[in-house]
């Protein structure tokens, strides 16, 4: 299990079977560097053309169609001091008579303190004033190369990931992907310091990330769409438009994770996301939808045998 100091001199605006940028082993941790989605690096200027450039792709030894891959998000980290975003809600998040009143799109710059954890806007002056609030780093898009040899635009998403701009993507969570191509060939980008439930505005605060990942490879173990969990819950995504094909691909997703790891029959699978579900919202600004459907870790220990993905100890189920 070795440590892997990366570098990145390419990036990627697509998913897909690129040339491996390095190659590691399960159990290896990489840590690198990302670029804002307009291509901007740490030092906040332009090194590759924008939307969405993945550092990557990484090759995981070993790693074949069929498996699953689990990335744990050891550390995401903005590492400037100033971020961007749009200032206007996308037209089809509205009532169509009320499209005519949104105001003309501006970009957004906004002051990152990293010692005191806040953002602040500075730019444009609006009604607001100087607003802060927390930052909340997370991943926007990130995944493994698609099936079928296929190359695929970083603004949407699907099986294997891609832009799914979910607000629970953040430092301490493990997300899970199918694996399509030797190697999985994991990309990893769009750094956001904050943002809120479905990128409503099409972008958080972008910014450049601090990067650190750690890989297991589960041999043999099938999912038909990511995957994910973190001390209170255990998730599975839907990336699909309509919003209601979301909500069925990561719904059946969940039934199939009940049923397959945890030992429960279709019913009792059913009645336990019947009363115990939660739904969060991801992308909803670009071509693809995203979905979340989670289940409290509490409501799974009466069924825990043991972890399905190899750990040790299973997580903090709460109280």
């Not at 990931?161 to 629970?168: F, I, Q, S």
């Not at 990336?239 to 019913?267: F, I, K, T």
Request: net charge negative.
């Amino acid at each position: 299990m070795a440590t892997h100091r990366f570098t990145p001199t390419h990036y990627h605006t697509t998913l897909g079977p690129h040339e491996p940028a390095l190659r590691i082993a399960d159990g290896d941790t990489v840590i690198t560097t990302t670029v804002d989605a307009g291509g901007g690096d740490a030092s906040g200027e332009p090194v590759t053309p924008g939307g969405n450039p993945q550092t990557g792709p990484f090759y995981i030894e070993g790693a074949e169609p069929g498996d699953t891959l689990a990335v744990h998000l050891d550390r995401l980290a903005p590492n400037r001091d100033e971020g961007f975003s749009k200032t206007v809600i996308a037209p089809w998040i509205v009532d169509p008579w009320d499209v005519t009143n949104l105001p003309e799109e501006k970009r957004a710059r906004w002051r990152i303190d990293r010692e005191a954890g806040t953002a602040t806007l500075i730019e444009p002056e609006t009604k607001l004033g100087a607003w802060s609030l927390p930052l909340a780093p997370m991943l926007g898009c990130f995944g493994v190369a698609p099936p079928g040899r296929q190359a695929i635009s970083t603004a949407t998403s699907g099986p294997y990931g891609g832009n799914m701009d979910y607000a629970g993507f953040v430092e301490g969570t493990t997300v899970y992907f199918p694996v399509f191509e030797p190697g999985a060939l994991f990309h990893v980008g769009d750094g956001h310091a904050a943002q809120g439930d479905g990128e409503i505005v099409g972008t958080g605060i972008e910014i450049s990330f601090d990067v650190q990942f750690t890989v297991r490879l589960h041999k043999g173990m099938k999912i038909g769409w990511p995957r994910g969990e973190n001390d209170e819950f255990i998730f599975t995504v839907g990336n699909a438009r309509p919003l209601d094909q979301c909500v069925q691909h990561a719904s059946s997703e969940m039934l199939r994770w009940l049923q397959e790891e945890y030992g429960l029959d279709p019913r009792g699978a059913s009645l336990l996301m019947g009363m115990a579900v939660k739904y969060d919202l991801g992308n909803v600004f670009d071509p693809a939808y995203t979905m979340v459907c989670k289940i409290p870790r509490r409501a799974l220990k009466p069924f825990w045998n043991e972890d399905p993905f190899g750990k040790e100890e299973p997580g903090n189920f709460g109280s």
